[in-house]
């Protein structure tokens, strides 16, 4: 088996011929497979094209079988045709022994820029199968393989632009550019040459001549630009727009990536002649734009008035960014003046104590036109709004008079901060501020905060008015706690020097009675703490007879004589096994025996379940113990530790004791603080606790 044809030309867009070449020569779109039978048996061949090389497709090739020529002998097997595969890509075939067949092979190459032009090496690949019954003649298939070229030959698309389509020059701004812009459509390189017009009044120059552009691989467009140039050489003044059209041209050369066709290949026997070198050379094929662009000179003065309103409407983009530009040259020039040859160099204030809406003098150069402002010494930024500056007529460039104005800036200590203004109006904000050496003071110097000092009696009778006496209460009312409730202040006397309570308004807060005891807290109108030490207040217990009285022979032992205070130990007194048989008045008599009991302070100690003696702790009797809730209790109970200054680990009782004007946190050691309790303060917080445990 033989190719006729080793080697295929293929135009794109080109049907192939139906009928096949002798053998020898350049196929032109088709090839003949010659297959011989020289065995005694009958053969199936299958035929097929491969390829491997890139941009080769597949469907280019399509396989057919001729009709046999001579006798009989080179006629199909009977029941056995010819059986082509898919699309035509394969073909298998019968041939009798032997016999002789020919397959043509048909090349068509759409004309499409992904089809692109070159030599592709193929192989065409027939697999050779025995047919026969025998199962002992049948063998395994044998494969050949012949190699052939297939030339896909180039064809050239193109297109021209050129943008804009027009420019306008005058006759300050005589250049204008283009652009030219080839865009490749075909399937191999596209290589052009520019042909530039010679215009009247226009000179056109071009930095590149030539363009090579590769063929669109894909999807992707494939353009290639080049920048023109032109010059207009019109110089009128005064006179009408006057348009000049650039007829710009585009020439392909041919430079094809294969070697044409040897003239012998269309008249016999030929190779394709593939190594031969490609030689460049001029084409008939011209790319014009298919919009020819132009120039338009523009001369200053339009001839007509309507053509001087179209000129501005036109050219309105620039004479605004030309107003713009004027704008910041003359921002920037000022800037540099004022900065170079008209700056502050010192700001003095002949008054170091100014008062408000009157005038003082501050010396120094370049203040006039300045603008003057107040400045914080602490953290460099302006106070209110910039001051009112006139010039000093005595000093004339030397000076000025400013006055301040605003009320809120009296009794503030400020520096003065001095910076240029002059002509400018954008760019004040970055000249320098220039502050002066020493802080000036604003009106009178602020009140220093008046001491409050208060003194309070540690005891009271019970139907005398409660009196704390100091200073720096203020004449206003402020604010009276008593056992943690607020006082109503309506018969309250307050001025600055004594608060004069009551004993009925200090009656509706805390019941009074012998031996009880009250904390007080004060505050001023202000808010400001009036420090109470100690804040606790005990009510006098009245001197009273001693009681006598005699059971079964025996006499108690009292207080005979003059008055005296009686016992205030916490608990009555029981002597010989007697048992209480009265109280009166705070005091209990026991009888039976030779025994006295006395106790004072309202309610026994065994009553309240409290010892009185815990100074500065709250004095409440069990009754009222047993009304409070449980956060109450908690509170009272963990104030004898406060007093001795524990930092707690709660932080709801920390911020609760850190609101009396009494604690001051000393220590986070518990155990340490709590060694530091007294006996009566111990006895306080156990009876507490117990309460709080009942809850």
């Known amino acids: 088996m033989k190719l006729l044809q080793s080697e295929i030309d293929v135009v794109p867009g080109r049907k192939p011929q139906k009928q096949p070449l002798p053998e020898g020569y350049v196929g032109t779109g088709i090839g003949t497979l010659r297959i011989d039978n020289a065995t005694q048996r009958q053969n199936s061949y299958t035929i097929h094209v491969k390829c491997e090389q890139p941009f080769w497709q597949d469907v280019w090739c399509t396989l057919s079988a001729l009709a046999p020529g001579g006798g009989t002998e080179n006629a199909p097997p009977s029941g056995k045709p010819d059986q082509p595969g898919p699309r035509g890509q394969s073909l298998t075939i019968f041939i009798k022994d032997r016999g002789i067949r020919d397959v043509l092979l048909s090349f068509f190459v759409p004309e499409k820029s992904e089809c692109r032009a070159g030599v592709y090496k193929a192989t065409v690949i027939v697999e050779t199968r025995v047919v026969s019954d025998d199962p002992h003649a049948a063998r395994k298939e044998r494969i050949t393989e012949i190699p052939i070229s297939i030339i896909v030959r180039p064809f050239h698309k193109w297109q021209v632009t050129f943008s804009p389509e027009e420019k306008r020059v005058g006759l300050f701004r005589r250049k204008t550019d283009f652009e030219l812009a080839v865009d490749n459509q075909g399937n191999d390189w596209l290589y052009v040459e520019l042909k530039l017009p010679r215009p009247q009044n226009v000179l056109i120059d071009a930095k590149v001549q030539r363009l090579a552009v590769p063929p669109p691989d894909g999807d992707r467009e494939s353009i290639r630009t080049a920048p023109v140039r032109a010059v207009t050489r019109q110089r009128t003044f005064r006179g009408p727009r006057t348009p000049t059209p650039l007829p710009l041209t585009v020439q392909r050369i041919d430079a094809p990536s294969i070697p044409p066709l040897p003239e012998e290949a269309a008249f016999g026997p030929s190779g394709a002649n593939l190594g031969a070198a490609v030689v460049g050379a001029d084409t008939n094929d011209i790319g014009v734009p298919a919009v020819p662009s132009k120039v338009v000179y523009c001369p200053p003065i339009p001839d007509t008035l309507t053509g001087f309103l179209e000129a501005v409407v036109r050219n309105i983009k620039g004479l605004v960014v030309a107003l713009i530009g004027l704008f910041i040259a003359w921002q920037v020039a000022f800037f540099v003046w004022d900065f170079y040859f008209k700056t502050l160099t010192e700001v003095d204030p002949n008054n170091f104590t100014v008062q408000i809406n009157q005038p003082f003098k501050v010396t120094g150069k370049n203040l ?214 009265s109280t009166t008045g705070g005091s209990t008599t026991t009888t039976g025996g030779s025994s006295t009991g006395t106790s004072t302070g309202g309610e026994s100690s065994a009553a309240s379940g409290l010892d009185w003696d815990a100074p500065g702790l709250p004095k409440l009797s069990g009754a009222e113990l047993k009304n409070l809730d449980k956060l109450q209790l908690d509170e009272i109970r963990n104030e004898a530790y406060a007093r001795h200054g524990l930092i707690f680990k709660r932080s709801d009782l920390q911020v609760y004791f850190n609101k009396k004007p009494w604690y001051t946190g000393k220590s986070h050691d518990a155990g340490a603080v709590g060694n530091m309790l007294t006996t009566s303060e111990k006895a306080y917080v156990s009876a507490v606790k117990k309460v709080e445990d009942s809850k």
């Not at 503030?412 to 760019?427: F, I, P």
């Open 368 to 581: 006039i036109g300045s603008r003057i402002t107040l400045i914080d010494p602490n953290t460099g930024k302006q106070m209110g709004q910039p001051l009112q500056v006139k010039p000093d007529p005595q000093r004339l460039n030397e000076g000025v008079i400013v006055t301040i104005t605003d009320p809120n800036m009296n009794g503030k200590s400020a520096l003065l901060g001095a910076q240029r203004l002059g002509s400018m109006t954008v760019l004040n904000g970055l000249l320098p501020v220039i502050k002066s050496k020493g802080e000036i003071t604003i009106g009178n110097k602020p009140t220093e905060k008046k001491t409050i000092v208060a003194q309070l009696a540690p005891s009271i009778a019970g139907t005398d008015p409660l009196v704390i006496g100091g200073q720096g209460f203020g004449a206003a009312k402020g604010k009276i706690l008593v056992n943690g409730l607020t006082m109503d202040l309506a018969k309250v006397t307050w001025t600055d020097t004594q608060i004069t309570i009551p004993n009925e308004t200090l009656n509706k807060v805390v019941k009074l009675g012998p031996g009880k005891s009250f904390s007080v807290l004060a505050e001023t109108s202000s808010g400001d703490s009036i420090p109470l030490t100690p804040n606790v207040v005990n009510v006098e217990t009245p001197q009273q007879p001693a009681t006598t009285g005699s059971t079964a022979g025996s006499t108690s032992a009292g207080t005979t004589g003059s008055p005296q205070p009686t016992s205030t130990t916490g608990s009555p007194t029981t002597t010989g096994g007697a048992t209480p048989t």
